[in-house]
């Protein structure tokens, strides 16, 4: 029960989180919490900011095949491309072991996967790191440094990073966005932003001329300190990459769901 309650907490994670960075974007995005399909859709060049996720808790071979037709149905409806998140443990056995199939009849492929994590591991220190300082995003100008960050790190091109963050009053307000600098140049960047009792860490990006130097947990646990400052709150989540979760460990953060990410076969 532990691990399936966590793994509803994630989802429910990123319905809350999504449903405001997506709004930021344009006021009539789709958002919508439809039976076992929660749509968070900006339509944005930002592929991240494209969401739809499945919300059924123990759904069978049945429900998995449904909801992944009605999730391809909304994704085709849509200018620009995004991803279906799915976590693993919403799913009974039935269900997952029919997944595949499913996701090939509906027209969806795999992209990759993640995890789900979170722990009740705040306060944190106020991070030090011999290379760097860090800075609040406050600024356009740091703004797109930060949107830059991540393209760079997930191989986007510059102008969908800035299409997803450029301009956001979010971002240099309610969202805890901190950029690492080293010499005064951006390196790598992190936010926290509050989300129903929780702090959920979000966009972490390193420039891949500077990874596995320390700089991604750095700042991480830079936005995590602030955040718990400006909140109180001490239980944090996540959505890691294969590549973050190690890093994510470090902080005390622990897995739970497997999200896989599935996009429309092209």
């Given at each position: 029960?532990?691990?399936?309650?966590?793994s509803v907490?994630?989802?429910e994670?990123?319905?809350v989180?999504?449903?405001?960075?997506v709004?930021?974007r344009d006021?009539?995005?789709?958002?919508r919490?439809l039976?076992g399909?929660?749509?968070?859709?900006?339509?944005?060049r930002?592929t991240?900011?494209?969401?739809?996720?499945?919300?059924?808790?123990?759904?069978?071979?049945?429900?998995?095949?449904?909801?992944l037709?009605e999730?391809?149905?909304?994704m085709?409806?849509?200018?620009?491309?995004?991803f279906?998140?799915l976590f693993?443990?919403l799913?009974d056995?039935?269900g997952r072991?029919a997944?595949d199939?499913?996701a090939?009849g509906?027209g969806?492929q795999?992209?990759?996967?993640g995890?789900?994590?979170a722990?009740?591991?705040?306060p944190l220190?106020?991070?030090t790191?011999p290379?760097?300082?860090?800075?609040?995003?406050?600024?356009d100008?740091q703004l797109?440094d930060y949107?830059?960050?991540?393209?760079?790190a997930y191989?986007?091109?510059?102008?969908?990073g800035r299409d997803?963050i450029?301009?956001s009053?979010?971002w240099?307000?309610?969202?805890h966005a901190?950029?690492?600098?080293r010499?005064?140049?951006?390196?790598?960047?992190?936010?926290?932003v509050?989300a129903?009792?929780?702090?959920f860490?979000?966009?972490?990006?390193?420039h891949?001329d500077?990874?596995?130097r320390?700089y991604g947990?750095?700042v991480?646990?830079?936005a995590?300190?602030?955040?718990h400052?400006?909140?109180?709150l001490t239980?944090?989540?996540?959505?890691?990459?294969?590549?973050?979760?190690?890093?994510?460990?470090?902080i005390?953060f622990e897995p739970?769901?497997v999200?896989r990410f599935?996009?429309l076969?092209?």
């Amino acid at each position: 029960m532990a691990e399936l309650s966590n793994s509803v907490e994630s989802a429910e994670q990123l319905t809350v989180a999504w449903r405001a960075v997506v709004l930021d974007r344009d006021a009539g995005a789709d958002v919508r919490d439809l039976p076992g399909v929660a749509v968070r859709w900006a339509d944005c060049r930002f592929t991240f900011w494209n969401c739809v996720t499945l919300t059924d808790v123990g759904a069978g071979a049945r429900l998995v095949r449904d909801r992944l037709g009605e999730v391809a149905a909304v994704m085709r409806a849509k200018r620009h491309p995004g991803f279906l998140w799915l976590f693993e443990d919403l799913l009974d056995d039935d269900g997952r072991a029919a997944l595949d199939a499913a996701a090939e009849g509906a027209g969806l492929q795999h992209a990759f996967s993640g995890r789900g994590m979170a722990g009740d591991l705040l306060p944190l220190p106020d991070p030090t790191h011999p290379d760097l300082t860090f800075a609040r995003v406050t600024t356009d100008e740091q703004l797109r440094d930060y949107a830059d960050l991540n393209s760079l790190a997930y191989g986007f091109p510059l102008e969908d990073g800035r299409d997803g963050i450029g301009g956001s009053a979010l971002w240099k307000d309610g969202v805890h966005a901190y950029l690492a600098l080293r010499d005064g140049v951006p390196v790598a960047c992190a936010a926290s932003v509050a989300a129903v009792g929780r702090l959920f860490v979000a966009l972490v990006a390193t420039h891949p001329d500077w990874q596995h130097r320390g700089y991604g947990e750095a700042v991480t646990r830079k936005a995590l300190h602030e955040g718990h400052r400006a909140t109180g709150l001490t239980r944090a989540t996540l959505h890691a990459t294969a590549a973050g979760e190690p890093v994510y460990r470090r902080i005390g953060f622990e897995p739970n769901s497997v999200i896989r990410f599935y996009s429309l076969k092209s």
